[in-house]
């Protein structure tokens, strides 16, 4: 058998690994590149990446993104808006509390009529999920500095939370790189950022130094809204209320960091936001029912 | 020559990889792995890897760990003292900041007349190490999140920086765990790393968001004091001063974490990280002699 040139010898790839891997340190290749057969065609994007599509690629595939979950078409399609039924007093705290901004927010910013009348445009919607996923890279962030700084001065370690917060804050700020990609912010809506970012940090740097608990509960309901408001999304590209976007193809960043096909539309790109808003959903869930020094049960990029 | 098994054919690794990755999705391996051949006799451990080793394992390996350079004995024994000369304002300010830092410290927690009389032991140097990296474990962290809280409020990409300061952090973080694997650190010593974890984190916090620069040249210079500290360490345990360390084996977690040879001694750990200290010293004198806004060199891990 070991004559043979079949590439099915798992002796032959064995040998080749070293010997691969000596010649060309610098490229880091792992499944991820190649799971989907719709992928396949991005090989020829690799010698000539533009700019905008390297700075979707992951850490390894040769990028410096942190590792992401990669969905599937079925994963993609399934997601549930789903809710989890607040069962402690911190539970119930961060439920009202998530409801009370989410009705106020959708109230103040013109959501709660468009939704109503059916008649919220492209922009609207640009605005909204912007604005939204500023907010929405804090948690992560503000997580993972927190549990670093209590680890290095409780002398105690992390039990692997670290990267997961990590991750999530990175992917949040991706749904804004590629929001951003679609969209000029104007000056009054960065004005509006710039605030809500100086509250939301020091509010939640704030909660995640007195309940761990409570902030991951926060954040497992933020996202049970998160993905109502990009299924609500989804079902207006569907129903033709968003015809831009139907026609729309999909920016370079978005393919690359999601290996979408080559070919992938706008409402592709919804979809896998979708899915991992879903992720940080029951990421954040289980990770507010575990206890702060319990390990943390995600791998990378899972 | 399709034909052969020659395993130096580049076509047959072409081949090989795709089915690789679709059978064994979950294993990612890389050029880390295996190096050197010292580290080959880890594939045994890797079926049942202890929770110190697994604490230890990268990334690229399966574990959650960032990337990080592996340096090899060439490149772990040509580490020198260097001192880049301070030329703007900002640098001086860095650079006698960090020597009165420095000259304080050693008088007050008396390494000065330890170094002087040759009567610095095991446990003294210990809790040097220890304070020590409590501290510079802040600096990539305050980082990564000011520049990620940039990124997300003036909607703007972040030019590659976060990965390379989040790596930092954790390398000095593992630096940390490492020294607690032989140590005990007593109740005075804890309080001190509070309060000056207290102390540090808002006074870099705040200078970060007034000049980045500034605070890179500070840890630039700041890691050429810890090569001093490592190599003089390094010194101490070459000419006998500390005969517990010539005959320590080093920790399970750092033999993981840095893929020495299974029989290394706590000598080898000293060395990795004063490898570890010189790349953070070139890394952040590059970052604060670039724009913040130029493309960060620094691919992951390297
Ligand atoms: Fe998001
Ligand atoms: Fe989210
Ligand atoms: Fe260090
Ligand atoms: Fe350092």
């Excluded at 079925?74 to 607040?86: D, G, R």
């Excluded at 070919?263 to 991992?276: F, N, P, S, T």
Aim: hydrophobic content about 35%; some cysteine.
């Amino acid at each position: 058998i070991n004559n043979s040139t079949g590439s099915d010898d798992p002796k032959l790839q064995i040998d080749h690994s070293p010997h691969f891997r000596e010649t060309r340190p610098k490229t880091k290749k792992t499944n991820e590149t190649t799971t989907t057969p719709e992928t396949e065609g991005l090989s020829t994007i690799e010698t000539a990446l533009s700019e905008d599509a390297a700075e979707g690629r992951g850490m390894f595939e040769g990028g410096y993104r942190l590792p992401h979950p990669i969905w599937n078409e079925e994963e993609l399609e399934s997601v549930k808006i789903t809710h989890q039924p607040p069962v402690t007093v911190v539970d119930k705290i961060a439920y009202y509390s998530v409801q009370t901004i989410r009705r106020g927010f959708d109230l103040f910013s013109g959501y709660t009529l468009g939704m109503y009348t059916g008649r919220l445009d492209e922009k609207q919607w640009l605005k909204r999920i912007i604005f939204l996923e500023t907010i929405a890279g804090v948690p992560g962030m503000v997580g993972a500095m927190v549990r670093h700084l209590v680890s290095l001065r409780k002398l105690k370690r992390d039990h692997g939370w670290i990267h997961t917060l990590l991750e999530e804050a990175e992917n949040e700020r991706m749904h804004l790189m590629t929001a951003l990609r679609v969209a000029n912010p104007g000056i009054i809506m960065k004005a509006c950022i710039m605030t809500a970012q100086g509250i939301f940090v020091s509010a939640f740097s704030l909660a995640y130094l007195i309940s761990p608990r409570f902030c991951h509960r926060f954040v497992g309901y933020l996202e049970e809204e998160a993905v109502k408001t990009y299924t609500h999304c989804l079902k207006a590209i569907d129903n033709g209320e968003l015809k831009m976007w139907k026609l729309m193809k999909a920016p370079e960043i978005a393919i690359e960091y999601w290996k979408l096909p080559p070919d992938a539309m706008m409402r592709e790109v919804i979809l896998v936001i979708r899915a991992d808003e879903a992720h940080h959903r029951t990421v954040n869930h289980t990770l507010s029912s575990i206890k702060p020094d319990d390990q943390n049960p995600y791998p990378p990029g899972q």
